[in-house]
């Protein structure tokens, strides 16, 4: 994936006046790459992932997912686009209280009318990778926020999607859950090259990224690398960036 000098401006119903939300913003991200976006509130980051999600469209700039401009889809191409090629893990989980885990999980296949025999294969898989196979017969509410998290990952990926797309995934979690999700998302990362980008303002789960970008008043201030260090060494470059862009602190890995 590639951005390119994205911008994103919004005029206030109130007053007329613009405000810029994203003045420039440059980076790439490589395949099966595990990218964090970071920074202070109101830097940009959810205006950000939502360009890129195609949820919202630029002002200015190009955004290039498997080589395509996807600043130039009309709807219906979009919505293509979205089924095909992304797929998302929201805060607040998004599952259908109504249905099972395993049929939340394979109703994007189901609706792209695959055959039941490869829905039940590639289940089999995920589940197991996620470590919810024994629990994919109860419904959302039967099961703990963690593993509700975990089957909204397996949603996003049996796809196979060409990115993944989280924001603020451990928002909702005690500490315990939000390890086992981030967990899960370096497993999927490592095993089936994953390309996952997550917005997060949790130095915890920026820790399990392999780069992070920050973000601060609509451009990029900085990113950083983990490049082999362990988590805790990590964790400590993250806060040390954070403080200096006035951003917020989390728990200790």
Avoid: W
Avoid at 200 to 221: M, P
């Amino acid at each position: 994936m590639e951005v390119r000098d994205v911008k994103k401006t919004y005029s206030s119903a109130a007053s007329g006046i613009p405000s810029q939300a994203l003045m420039g913003i440059s980076f790439s991200v490589k395949k099966g790459e595990f990218l964090g976006i970071m920074g202070p509130s109101g830097a940009g980051k959810s205006t950000l992932l939502n360009v890129i999600s195609t949820i919202d469209k630029p002002t200015g700039g190009t955004v290039l997912i498997g080589g395509k401009n996807i600043v130039n889809l009309d709807e219906d191409e979009l919505s293509d686009f979205r089924r095909k090629k992304l797929g998302f893990i929201f805060q607040d989980y998004n599952l259908l209280d109504t249905l099972t885990l395993k049929e939340n999980i394979i109703l994007p296949l189901s609706l792209a009318k695959v055959k039941v025999s490869l829905i039940e294969k590639k289940l089999k898989r995920i589940s197991e990778l996620l470590g919810i196979e024994k629990i994919i017969n109860k419904v959302p509410y039967e099961v703990s926020g963690g593993q509700r998290q975990r089957a909204a990952a397996a949603r996003a990926i049996i796809t196979e999607p060409e990115l993944i797309l989280a924001d603020e995934p451990t928002g909702a979690l005690d500490s315990k859950s939000s390890a086992e999700l981030l967990n899960s998302l370096s497993e999927l990362n490592e095993k089936n090259a994953a390309t996952i980008v997550m917005v997060t303002h949790d130095s915890f789960s920026a820790s399990y990224c392999d780069r992070i970008i920050f973000i601060k008043d609509g451009i990029l201030n900085c990113e950083i690398e983990r490049n082999g260090r362990n988590r805790k060494e990590f964790f400590d470059e993250i806060l040390q960036v954070l403080s200096s862009l006035g951003g917020g602190v989390s728990d200790a890995v």
